[in-house]
């Protein structure tokens, strides 16, 4: 498969708990999907990162 322009890059970003619900909310109570970015990150991504990356160590071993 050839692509005519560069794919976007995929972020991984850790919403915060409280944005994640208010944004299920509106999905199912009002039906609107998000709009736009969110760039606001939860307090303790860089502690969820440090996780996932001690797991795939594990896993790679």
Known sequence: ?????????LH???AAPD????VA??????WRTPGGEYGAEWN????????IEGFRQLRAT
């Open 1 to 9: 498969m050839l692509l005519e322009a560069p794919v976007t890059p």
């Open 12 to 14: 991984r970003v850790f």
């Open 19 to 22: 944005d994640v619900a208010d």
């Open 25 to 30: 909310e509106g999905l199912v109570h009002h």
């Open 44 to 51: 303790r991504a860089p502690e969820r990162r440090t996780a």
